[in-house]
């Protein structure tokens, strides 16, 4: 076998299912529904003439910009966050330095990061997943390059003060400093624009979740002029494809569709939460399109027993902190009691114990 790099060869693998994801799947954090019926009838008018061309972002990107209400400069579109993730590694890491990320979270930051030969420095979250602060910018050295961080997070759900991340921000400031928005609109707390103040600042955003557009890939990196100008030149400038293009603008006008989404998705997060609550089961409150739960040691049987029901859900047991967790994802109404009513069900099959209810 050709000898990879080590950075490569050591990289620790992600394996998420490429297929056989057959049901209700509220394993990805997708959006339950699918897009807005405005981008398919986009997709729907796409010609033979648009597919055989190069992909044109550029007029995409300054529509975008003006839907954020951020300049065309400060915006780059992506091939999904993950491209965002690669990107601001290409563009910031060398072997050597050090990345900061808290655990539990996404596992892009540490693959990517890892690829690049730099050092990751895992922080572990506080009780209750809280955001570690305090531990962050003890960590802070010169050689941190890069602090990733998902706000809200992913699998936890839990969100940082917005002051904190700042004062990260500015306590390391020969780092980027990555916020990934992929939820943000759960949540509604953003970081735009911050960069004004702290050059060092990106947001990430993704269309893959509250937009239900993840198997097209396309996410947004922003930042500012000059750190955004840099990043231009690490990217291709085609890796967001043409049909992606089209169904940007769209899925960006059609505010009605995604806030009415996003509204049913919030309105189950607390059906499930207080619902876990009355059974006794632990879990964390969430600032995202999912909960994660604390089902123990039954944790396979429940997993299985929601597939049995037509559910997917996620064991997330393997993540630092997590074990006999699983996170399941919020979508429209009728999903969200389609879901509750497996949940009861599965819960007496499996007998899953009753536990301390989280505050
Ligand atoms: C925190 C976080 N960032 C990024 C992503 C991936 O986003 P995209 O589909 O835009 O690559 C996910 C997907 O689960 C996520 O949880």
Not at 81 to 96: F, M, N, P, R, S
Not at 257 to 284: H, I, M, N, P
Request: neutral net charge; hydrophobic residues 40%.
């Amino acid at each position: 076998m050709l000898k990879p790099r080590s950075a490569a060869q050591n990289l620790p693998t992600y394996h998420p299912p490429l297929g056989g994801r057959h049901g209700l799947r509220l394993d990805f954090n997708e959006n339950t529904m699918g897009c807005s019926p405005r981008v398919l009838d986009r997709i729907r008018n796409i010609g033979m003439e648009d597919l055989a061309r190069y992909p044109e972002r550029e007029p995409v990107e300054i529509i975008a910009a003006e839907q954020l209400g951020v300049r065309p400069q400060e915006l780059l579109l992506t091939n999904g966050v993950d491209e965002a993730i690669h990107l601001i590694c290409q563009t910031y890491l060398e072997a050597g330095d050090e990345v900061l990320i808290v655990i539990p979270t996404f596992a892009m930051y540490e693959i990517f990061a890892s690829g690049t030969g730099a050092r990751i420095i895992k922080i572990p979250a506080g009780k209750n997943f809280i955001f570690p602060t305090d531990d962050v910018l003890r960590h802070i050295t010169t050689q941190t390059r890069l602090i990733a961080i998902a706000n809200p997070n992913n699998p936890t759900g839990a969100a940082a003060p917005l002051k904190d991340l700042l004062l990260i921000a500015s306590s390391a400031p020969n780092a980027a400093i990555l916020i990934d928005e992929a939820y943000y609109e759960f949540h509604g707390e953003t970081l735009l624009r911050c960069w004004i103040d702290h050059p060092n600042l990106f947001v990430a955003r993704t269309f893959s979740k509250a937009y239900g557009l993840a198997g097209l890939r396309a996410g947004l990196l922003m930042g500012c002029e000059d750190s955004m100008s840099v990043v231009r030149k690490v990217a291709s400038p085609y890796s967001v494809n043409s049909v992606a293009l089209a169904c940007v603008p769209e899925a960006l006008r059609d505010r009605t569709y995604v806030e009415a989404y996003v509204q049913e998705v919030c309105e189950g997060r607390d059906r499930l939460q207080t619902e876990l609550k009355s059974l006794g089961l632990r879990f964390w409150p969430s600032r995202a399109n999912f909960v994660l739960l604390h089902v123990g040691a039954a944790n396979g049987a429940f997993t299985h027993g929601m597939r049995e029901r037509g559910i997917l859900v996620r064991d997330r047991s393997r993540d630092p902190g997590c074990e006999g967790c699983v996170r399941i994802t919020l979508g429209s109404t009728d999903h969200t009691d389609r879901l509750l009513k497996a949940l009861r069900e599965t819960l007496s099959q499996v007998g899953a114990p009753r536990q301390e209810v989280h505050p």
